[in-house]
């Protein structure tokens, strides 16, 4: 950098030409600041969320992870809850068991994107509400996390026989089929396990959003927040 302002000076012959390039070394110095520490925050995020997935207790007792259940699936945990409470609990087991085993499909692909964040996504960033990391970082790889861990959790609550459990407490009733792709009979086993993947991919986002908003602080420091 300092070979382009002696350069400048030399073309130009004037000392305006070193503070307008010793400005933006500050600037680029304070958006690699920022840009590292966003990582560092984001990453961090992550990594609790792993932590919390890798044990079911701590996922199915963690309140960000519940509040991410899709409509659809928690419409039927009501009626279950009326008919059959016990399924609910069994679900919803098997989901926390499911998530364990995508913690090591997700973790890698949202590490990818923390890392290819640039100086755009700063600026965002710092325009931004709390929360604008995540939010980033959720458009990012939403759509590709659903679709990554989505046949893994198939095939963990298919062990379980879960769907059919479901279709067997649910028979007769307004909701099989209506809520989850199936038909009148049968609730369709790719839907509970797409939705069963909106809340593990969701929940995530919501616990990396509120590590991010916990560390606000730190965050926007390097920019004079």
Known sequence: MKKYIIAAALIFGTGAVI????HSCSTLATTDLGLAVIKRVLLGGINKGANIYGNKEAFLQNN?????????????NTTLEKIAPSIVAKERQYIAEAAVYTVNISKPILETAVNSLNAQDVTRIIQGEKGTATLIL???TQTQLVAAIAPRVEEELNKYGIVKTINTALSGTNLLGSLLGGNKTN???GGLSTLASEQIVNGLFNIIEDHEKQNSASLFAPFGK
């Open 138 to 140: 959720k458009e990012k």
């Open 19 to 22: 503070t307008t390039s010793l």
């Open 64 to 76: 960000l992870v519940d509040k991410a259940l899709p409509k659809e699936l928690r419409d039927i």
């Open 187 to 189: 609730v369709n086993a």
